[in-house]
């Protein structure tokens, strides 16, 4: 993201992540996502929301991370045909072996 400030990664615990084709579909559950922390101004963040907002399929939550409070975006739907990542690794899932 330009002009956006690489603050570090995070596991974070009590959430799953899902392969929705072109994007990942993160959700409370049982498991470990990994997280990508960047600080980010407020016309960023403005962005971020309309984009994920168009499609209805978003929500924003706020999380705690070692770097302080975060935003996350949760899938609002039925994950239930979609193929879980189990390395909880968006960037990785590529290295799972079916």
Not at 35 to 47: F, G, K, M, Q
Not at 58 to 70: C, F, H, M, N, V
Not at 74 to 88: A, D, Q, W
């Amino acid at each position: 993201m330009t002009n956006a400030q690489w603050l570090g990664e995070h596991e974070l615990e009590g959430y799953q992540i899902y392969n929705l084709g072109h994007y990942p579909a993160a959700i409370p559950g049982e498991g470990t996502i990994h997280c990508e922390v960047y600080r980010i101004n407020s016309s960023i963040l403005a962005e971020l929301d309309e984009l994920k907002s168009n499609t209805k399929d978003y929500k924003r939550e706020l999380i705690q991370t070692p770097y302080g409070s975060a935003w996350i975006y949760l899938y609002k739907h039925s994950v239930e045909n979609f193929p879980r990542i189990e390395c909880g690794d968006w960037l990785n899932r590529l290295d799972e072996q079916p």
